[in-house]
């Protein structure tokens, strides 16, 4: 314990001149034993679940477990937990939802959660013009009826199965009302006031988040007095501070530095699959990519075995299905056997036939793809791009990369159906919900309009009406078995279609110093400090 | 004039063709091309440079507020080129033809030869990754400032000292120098105020016309080291096709380019006494 | 003093010697590679990724199994394509206007000088990002961001040049006799900056190399997977600690080739200004 307060003393006095809020260093100092220091990849920049939602994600996500509390929690395997709803009851129409509130719960400012609260921000989320972000997962929501003060009953505009994700999803936070009339709507997300078990201490956007243990909190005191996020967005940067104690725990170590990472004495690695399935994304609006046998070719092409288990050193699972192996409702599928062979044959079929100089094309046209790659967006995306590159010119593809700025990467792909620049485009969602559903709904659901932009992220225009009636029909059938039935079925059309070229489920690696209890790791790249507590 | 245009930028990524055309005519974006160019001039005068996309607005506050990491990395380049420059020339010059002498023409020319972002790159292999001795990340304390700086001051290091060797060598052939030898002064006294006074030209000399290196090696070195100034901005406008934050930091690193210039013309001024009377 | 003078002489012909055999070697290099290479540039071995140096790959592989050696050599042709196309076309570009600005003077002088005065004002790199971001990815941006930086300089001293020759009795002549100017130029003026020109060029190759370089790095260079060595500088980066062989390698090739490039043109200038004895 000696030695590291040292060491922290040291690493601070070394940074003091440049490092805000020394007065709170200070302090910090003095109880340095009862502090956890996080050193997170992204930076903190908002939160408020509705303005501005916990930017960056997943960094402000991270932050906001520890300050918020929600209606329902997820425990570490996704399952939902009551948290400040003592209970529920779901109406058999899955248009409602009736929730029995904990008592004696406080907000950090002293103010009284209850059913009016809870009212005040159910009506904030839905409203477009309050919250903008994570649309989604507000707009089937009608709104929320006070029944008594801790009774309240959340109801849907049509038949909803996924209104616990939306409320167990960070963006269902509980904020207390008073602070909202005392700092406006906009003012939440410097600061924040939740009923978490912690309460916000300094906040520095985009460099540091101080959080302090809330003494009132109604599931008691947390073990750790004070959590400090850091943001430290380069990986040996993060790995050596964890290394020299100057941070506890650190999150997205890179694959290739793991096996060092493994050998330290006094640091423990944790794995977890993630729910982000990576793959190409195909743009059936140009041809021949609207031919499915072309698509079928593609996904025999590459050899996602090798690629999981060589370029990412093994933390990467090749996908079996549209989902990660983890999301609610995943169901297994028959994967597509690496075969040129099975490819090149495919791709005849469709009518392609090598022309001059051994290119392939059809009616005079030859077959060409531009493929969209980001730049650090994703792990190994470039690397991936190459890899896919290389692997359909040996198909007979002449492939073209595109590099696209990580900041301007979303423009790029939801885009109106005549601007779209590419034919396959490196991309992976996260249904940071951990509903499948919701997940199969944002990639293949048809968009409201193919001319416009896509709805939400059905870049590719994948139209298929069994597969909109079978995702509807999950969300508005209350026989559990039923929904998930529906959610198989479509994922079987979806594989077979495929709209994607599917590659790997990557893992979330985070690490920690030994002595160190209580960290979650969370499918939905999150690090989860809140039940943390800092040991020897 | 560039890709990208404005209204669509502002409206955003859920906008409507029509939106944007409404948008478009309130910005007078329909006007003939020359009335804009005025337009903006005007603008620029006042210090509106226009609408980036990724501030949202004007970028001129945001990019003077990155200024200062900028020009704090400038000046320790600067600082050190003479720190370490100076003295190295001067002892080459001393030690004519000998081991030390040697040894700099070796290192000036491994120097200009070596890219700066290399140069940092291997830094950080040898200082910061395993051993950790040296942060090499973004702005967290004097100890991140090390190697950014020696990564971008290496080149004038080697210039410096290479002209401080050979305006030192002319003067101590010179005759007041012989004299003084012959004197029995030492070496010391004798490489003393004048001779000295006269090795400060060559540095103000390389800096000003490395004046562009500087301002350029800079935004490469920021690169690298996520050193949060201007340099690094400039990349990510040109990442995120933000050709208006573009224009901006270069009007902003051609005024520096200016602004650096005249300093240079007064210091010399004040150096050499001869250009005063002249 | 004699003496001196011939040791001299010697010493740089030893510069133009291994400054052009290193050249030549990567002309060779460059021209040959796709043949010489063990293997294909792009051919992944997805079961050996980040290997060290082996007899199979002698500079081991990179994260995706392509070979380093192979990709290496390839990659030459990018960086010394466009630092020589670079500078050979702002040579032309460069001899052109300062020969026409100095050899007419008065309002085409001032105009041609006041734009090159302009263009001096902004830094190298920073032109040559803003350029490589407003075309693109690929061999043409490439190219014209490294031309833009050196027209400039090199217009100005073709038009000193061409001022100092003007003054001479062969050129009064020549426009006595009633030459047309076109003739005087081509004939008679531009044989006399021709030296100049050349050693100027070689100079700046070098610094073409580096721009060059930087820009990949940056991303502003060829699309990927083109193995470019600032590009792949950039790639090897976050294999920092377990593969450093991905970032030394194309390091020493740049390195090496600025070196050849710089030692090469101070040959040059040795060899072939009269002016410039040390």
């Known amino acids: 314990m000696n030695r590291r307060t040292a060491l922290t003393l040291l690493s601070t006095a070394a940074a003091s001149p440049f490092t805000l809020g020394s007065p709170l260093r200070a302090l910090a100092q003095a109880t340095a034993a009862r502090t956890l220091t996080y050193g997170q990849s992204g930076a903190v920049t908002a939160l408020d679940p509705a303005q501005g939602s916990f930017a960056t994600y997943p960094a402000g996500y991270e932050v906001a477990y520890c300050l918020y509390d929600r209606l329902v929690d997820f425990d570490e395997n996704l399952k939902f937990v009551p948290q400040l709803a003592e209970s529920w009851d779901v109406a058999p129409d899955l248009k409602s939802i009736r929730f029995r509130l904990r008592k004696n719960v406080r907000f ?87 009923a978490g078990p912690y309460r916000l201490e300094a906040f520095t956007p985009g460099q540091e988040v ?108 090749a996908s079996d299905a549209p989902l990660a192996f983890d999301t609610q409702g995943y169901q297994k599928q028959r994967p597509y056997e690496y075969s040129v062979a099975k490819a090149k044959a495919l791709l005849v079929e469709a009518g392609f036939k090598p022309g001059a100089g051994g290119q392939l094309e059809r009616e005079g046209k030859p077959l060409k793809m531009t493929l969209l790659a980001s730049e650090g967006l994703f792990p190994g995306d470039v690397n991936i791009a190459e890899i896919a590159q290389r692997a359909f010119q040996q198909i007979g593809i002449d492939v073209t990369i595109s590099k696209i700025e990580r900041g301007s990467y979303w423009d790029a792909l939801r885009q109106e159906r005549a601007a779209l620049a590419f034919d396959l485009a490196v991309f992976g969602f996260n249904p940071s919900n951990a509903s499948g559903l919701y997940h199969l709904e944002s990639l293949f659901k048809s968009n409201a309009d193919d001319a416009a932009r896509p709805t939400v992220w059905n870049m590719g225009r994948y ?74 | 004039m560039v890709p990208g245009d404005e209204a669509t930028l502002m409206a955003g990524a859920t906008a409507s063709q029509a939106d944007i055309e409404l948008l478009r005519a309130r910005l007078g974006l329909d006007r003939p091309l020359v009335k804009q160019y005025a337009a903006r001039l005007v603008g620029l005068a006042r210090g509106d440079f226009g609408y980036s996309s990724t501030f949202r607005g004007n970028p001129l506050p945001h990019v003077l507020a990155r200024l200062p990491a900028t020009l704090l990395l400038m000046g320790a ?15 080459a010059a001393v030690r004519q033809n000998r081991w030390p002498d040697y040894l700099l023409s070796l290192l000036v020319v491994g120097l200009l030869a070596i890219p700066n972002f290399w140069l940092g790159l291997m830094l950080i292999g040898a200082l910061s990754v395993d051993r950790g001795w040296l942060p090499s990340f973004g702005f967290t304390g004097w100890a991140s400032l090390v190697m950014p700086t020696l990564a971008l001051a290496a080149r004038l290091v080697a210039l410096v000292a290479r002209m401080t060797r050979g305006v030192m060598l002319e003067e101590l052939a010179k005759d007041y120098v012989r004299t003084a030898r012959a004197k029995g002064l030492g070496t010391p006294a004798v490489v003393g105020h004048h001779v000295l006074r006269n090795a400060l030209i060559p540095t103000v000399t390389v800096i000003g016309l490395q004046t562009g290196y500087l301002l350029g090696g800079s935004v490469v070195v920021e690169r690298l080291f996520a050193w949060p100034g201007v340099g690094d901005l400039m990349i990510n406008a040109v990442g995120a096709r933000d050709y208006t934050l573009v224009q901006a930091i270069t009007i902003l690193f051609v005024s520096g380019f200016l602004l650096i210039n005249l300093m240079v013309d007064v210091l010399y001024v004040l150096i050499n006494p001869r250009l005063r009377h002249a | 003093m004699p003496e001196a003078g011939r040791r001299i002489r010697g010493r740089r012909g030893f510069h133009l010697l291994v400054g052009g055999g290193l050249l030549l070697v990567y002309v060779a290099l460059a021209a040959l590679g796709p043949w010489v290479v063990p293997y294909g540039e792009n051919e992944q071995d997805l079961l050996g990724v980040l290997a060290p140096a082996s007899g199979d790959h002698w ?85 014209a961001a490294t ?3 050196f027209v400039a300089p090199l217009a100005r001293l073709i038009r000193g040049r061409v001022l100092e020759v003007r003054q001479e009795d062969f050129v009064q002549a020549a426009v006595a006799v009633g030459l047309r100017d076109a003739r005087i130029l081509a004939r008679h003026v531009l044989p006399h900056a021709t030296t100049t020109l050349v050693i100027e060029t070689s100079l700046l190759a070098g610094q073409a190399v580096l721009i060059g370089a930087a820009l990949g790095f940056l991303g502003l260079g060829v699309r990927p997977p083109a193995p470019e060595w600032g590009t792949m500088l950039s790639g090897g980066r976050e294999f920092l600690e377990v593969a450093p062989h991905l970032v030394v390698a194309p390091g020493v090739a740049i390195s090496l080739l600025v070196f050849a490039f710089n030692i090469f043109g101070d040959g040059l200038r040795d060899r072939l200004d009269p002016r410039h004895r040390s």
Do not use: C
Not at chain 1, 468 to 491: C, H
Not at chain 1, 509 to 534: N, Q, S
Not at chain 3, 61 to 72: A, E, M, N, P, W
């Open chain 3, 59 to 143: 500079l081991g592989t990179d994260q995706i199994g392509r070979d380093l050696l192979s990709r290496l050599v390839v990659g030459a042709r990018f960086t010394l394509t466009a630092a020589i196309v670079s500078v050979i076309l702002a040579a032309v570009l460069g001899a052109t206007l300062g020969l026409v600005a100095g050899y007419f003077g008065g309002r085409v002088d001032a105009a041609l000088t006041g734009l090159a005065d302009l263009l001096l004002t902004v830094p190298n790199l920073i032109l040559a990002i803003a350029i490589a971001s407003v075309i693109g990815a690929g061999m043409t941006g490439l190219i």
């Open chain 1, 108 to 194: 950090h400012d002293g103010t009284a959660f209850n059913a009016q609260a809870v009212k005040f921000n159910v009506e904030r989320l839905i409203d477009k013009a309050r919250n903008p972000t994570n649309r989604p997962l507000w707009d089937p929501v009608a709104d929320a009826d006070v029944v008594d003060e801790h009774t309240v009953a959340i109801r849907t505009k049509a038949p909803y199965s996924q209104l616990l994700n939306s409320l167990a999803h960070g963006s269902g936070s509980m904020v207390s009302p008073a602070a909202v009339e005392k700092h406006g709507d906009k003012g939440i997300a410097q600061n924040p006031v939740g």
């Open chain 1, 463 to 536: 139209r298929n009406p069994k597969v909109d009636e079978l995702l509807a029909q999950a969300n508005s059938n209350p026989d559990p078995a039923k929904q998930l039935a529906a959610m198989g079925e479509a994922q079987r059309i979806v594989w077979e279609d495929a709209p994607y070229v599917w590659l790997h489920v990557n893992q979330n690696v985070t690490a920690f110093r030994k002595g160190i209890k209580g960290v979650e790791l969370w499918p939905i790249v999150f690090t989860i400090a809140r039940r943390a507590r800092v040991e020897a």
């Open chain 2, 77 to 91: 380049a600067i600082a050190l080129t003479v720190a370490l420059g100076l003295p190295a020339g001067v002892l």
């Open chain 1, 210 to 317: 101080v959080l302090r243990a809330f003494d009132g909190y109604w599931g008691g005191k947390p073990a750790t007095d004070r959590l400090v996020f850091k943001y430290i967005l380069e990986a040996s940067t993060r790995i050596a501070a964890l290394r020299t104690g100057s941070v506890d725990v650190i999150d997205s170590v890179p694959v290739q530095l793991v096996a060092g990472l493994r050998k330290e004495a006094n640091v423990e690695v944790v794995v977890r699959p993630s729910l982000r399935p990576m793959g190409l994304a195909i743009n059936l609006s140009r041809p021949p990519y609207d031919d499915p046998r072309v698509r079928r070719a593609l996904n025999h092409a590459i050899p996602v075995e090798t690629i999981a288990e060589r370029v990412f050193f093994g933390f990467a699972k």
């Open chain 3, 147 to 149: 031309t833009a930086g």
